[in-house]
């Protein structure tokens, strides 16, 4: 069990994977080198239920977007 006195850090990763399975657990990696208790990713598997459609960075993100197999 963890020391409840400790702060549990977890660390913002938000899109920094821009879809790529093999960045996303780079950024694990990194996270357990770093001690971080937690990393949070933002996956988005169906960009029309995340954004509004006229929203102007929708295209950006779009590319991003993950299968729910490559979360297996």
Known sequence: MKNINKP???GETAFHHQGDVQIATELIQ???KLDLDAIKFHLVLDIDDYMAHDHEAIE?????CLDSDQWD
Do not use: F, L
């Open 30 to 32: 990194n996270a357990i």
């Open 8 to 10: 549990y850090i977890i």
């Open 60 to 64: 950006i993100i779009r590319p991003w």
